[in-house]
């Protein structure tokens, strides 16, 4: 069974740190481009990151960069995002996906996660 898990969601507050991980079973994430998503109540799905299939090229949306950070350990077949200065506006609902095509709207991937709650508060 083809699956992504995240993990490592959590309550944390403004300005501190978590980092997510995206596990994979069932299939090797080395083939793929990997994007991170976000959905927040009542707001639509975001692309917040992805990293290709070699880790040569990331992209961001411009809410998180320099902020955020994407990388992937195939060894592990697990990809990470690392998200520091955290804002209440950060809190969502977080996804992994895997596709073949490399960019940060959500056509183009084929597995999802079931997601792993952020939640930025005070």
């Known amino acids: 069974q083809l699956q992504l898990v995240e993990s490592g969601g959590g309550l944390v507050q403004p300005g501190g740190s978590l980092r997510l991980s995206c596990a994979a079973s069932g299939f090797t994430l080395d083939r793929y481009v990997i994007g991170w998503f976000r959905q927040a109540p009542g707001k639509e799905r975001e692309g917040v990151s992805c990293?290709?299939?070699?880790?040569?090229?990331?992209s961001y949306a411009s809410s998180v960069k320099g902020r955020f950070t994407v990388s992937r350990d195939d060894a592990k077949n697990t990809v990470y995002l690392q998200m520091n200065s955290l804002k209440p506006e950060d809190t969502a609902v977080y996804f992994c996906a895997a596709g073949e095509y490399y960019g940060l709207g959500p056509q183009g991937y084929l597995y999802w996660g079931q997601g792993t709650q952020v939640t930025v508060s005070s």
């Open positions: 990293v290709s299939n070699t880790g040569a090229s990331t």
